[in-house]
């Protein structure tokens, strides 16, 4: 990110760390071809016109508040860690994270044997978290006195050696194998794309950051589905349709022989393996399935 850039280049700021390879992998089934060296912090994408570098998420919404960078992908948590809500535009949500599709807990934990078995119970004691601001808002709206001190990192370790602690979560595993026990959810986060004011005023960029958040959007929503073609008999495709799931309607081709049709649909993936042998048994023949890039509704 240098001054030298044309001032149409649209900087952006990409997650480092755990979000990092689940980040450019998106990228890269949104179309984007991005190559970045093991010691640099500058992703090179095969579009002349974005210019991107790596920051912690943490810090990313104030960047892009402070002008640094014109927009950037962060956890919504971050964004209200840095009261940045307001001060943000919001491209879209983004619905993936660094080991799954499901949004991220901040939850407030103890130990099994602790106890405490609601916040109140916590009056006068010790909470470690890297959420700091936003724990502390939570004490403060229910008005119980506790202690937020910021945590480096293994932060689950701490809950046995202060009272409690607020971590994130996607499953809640690491919780159970360190015997921890939830006490309640402070706040459920997802990615979220977002731009700085002046870049969405800006409409060359604005057309930009939207052409990228459908791209991405596309590349997220074709996951977890599966392309479907086949080949039925004309007599037959009232019955095939009639169960076939699809966003609209099936796509069907004539076939040379005016006795068969070509039928084309988009499927969750999990509705496969209970759908194709109900087609084989309704007459399809020739059924294939293939991985999708990208679905743009």
Known sequence: MT?????????IGMPS???QNATIELFGRAGYRISIDSRSVFPRFDDPNISAVLFRAQEISR????GII????????????????????????LE??????????????????SGVQKPEDLAGKIVATELVKTTQRFFESRGIPVTVEFSWGTTEIKARLLDAIVDCTETGS?????????VETLLTSTTRFV??????????KRERMENIAMLLRGAIEARAKVG??????????????????????PTVSRLADKAWVAVEVILEERQERELIPRLRRAGATGIITYPLNKVIP
């Open 3 to 11: 001054d030298r850039l044309p001032p149409t280049t649209l900087r």
């Open 17 to 19: 760390g755990s979000l």
């Open 63 to 66: 960047y892009v508040v402070d």
């Open 70 to 93: 014109d927009c950037g992908l962060t956890g919504h948590d971050w964004v209200v860690e840095n009261g940045n809500e307001q001060d943000v535009v919001e491209v879209c949500e």
């Open 96 to 113: 993936y994270s660094r080991a799954s599709s499901n949004p991220i807990r901040w939850v407030l934990a103890v130990p099994d044997e």
């Open 174 to 182: 690491s919780l159970r194998a360190n015997n921890l026990r939830i």
């Open 195 to 204: 731009a700085s004011k002046g870049a969405w005023s800006d409409p060359i």
């Open 228 to 249: 479907l073609k086949m080949n039925v008999p004309e007599n037959k495709l009232e019955e095939v349709v009639s169960f076939l799931p699809a966003e609209k309607s």
